[in-house]
């Protein structure tokens, strides 16, 4: 149980092009999710948390006008990069702990990441 | 959220035990300490968490000694798949709402 999943798992795109990247808890419920951006070498930097039924609240520095997040259900929550540019090549990753409480202590569910290349 | 410290990078060999510590001097009281483990290109894997003296699973031992101010991930027997980075993250449950905030993490490389 407990499963994150990410679609597309991989993706290429011209300069210029919008990429819609979708975040699905497969067994359970999440009010709240997580999207993560990691460059080569480099740690996990949030950029913002989705909340279902509301606005996402972005951290500082993200363009919330280029980071499209939309979270229409429990189980889904969808981040747009819009116009994008090469320096938006990453690996996107999000998040979601069960609103159920199942799982240990504050643990979170990590999806298995999309990499996005804009060429 | 309190901050933590690792090694950057530790090297080993398979069959060894590798013991990754981690700093986290300003813990509070209702602080869980979590262990997750990233393969490249994946995304990151719950290995073990702790609150207090010594937590064992199938995977890992966690060691935390009384004053909190550190932990340390052990894993037994190391092979070459336990190459990966490790992090170490610290928080509450009253943060179950907010994301979980990553240091640098541990670059263990197992060799042959």
């Known amino acids: 149980g407990a499963v994150v999943s990410q679609h597309p798992s991989r993706v290429i795109c011209k300069s210029g092009t919008s990429v819609k990247i979708e975040c699905r808890s497969l067994d359970f419920q999440a009010t709240t999710m997580f999207w993560y951006r990691q460059f080569p070498k480099q740690s996990l930097m949030l950029m913002a948390t989705?909340?279902?039924?509301?606005?996402?609240?972005?951290e500082q520095g993200v363009e919330k006008d280029k980071f499209l997040i939309n979270h229409a259900s429990l189980t889904l929550s969808t981040l747009t990069v819009t116009s994008a540019h090469p320096e938006d090549s990453s690996f996107y990753i999000c998040s979601a702990r069960d609103q159920e409480g199942r799982g240990l202590y504050n643990e979170q569910f990590f999806g298995p990441g999309t990499r996005l290349t804009v060429l | 959220l309190a901050k933590t410290t690792q090694p950057i990078s530790m090297d080993s060999y398979e069959g060894q035990e590798v013991n990754i510590t981690c700093s986290h001097n300003?813990?509070?009281?209702?602080?869980?300490i979590t262990w997750y483990q990233q393969f490249p290109s994946q995304g990151p894997r719950f290995i073990i968490q702790g609150y207090k003296t010594k937590v064992t699973n199938e995977v890992a031992s966690l060691f935390i000694p009384a004053d909190r101010k550190s932990s340390t991930l052990s894993l037994p027997r190391v092979s070459l798949s336990d190459t990966a980075v490790y992090y170490c993250l610290v928080g509450s449950g009253a943060a179950g709402r907010r994301a979980l905030t990553f240091g640098s993490g541990t670059r263990l490389q197992v060799q042959p």
């Open positions: 300003n813990i509070a009281t209702n602080d869980y």
């Open positions: 989705s909340n279902e039924g509301s606005k996402a609240t972005y």
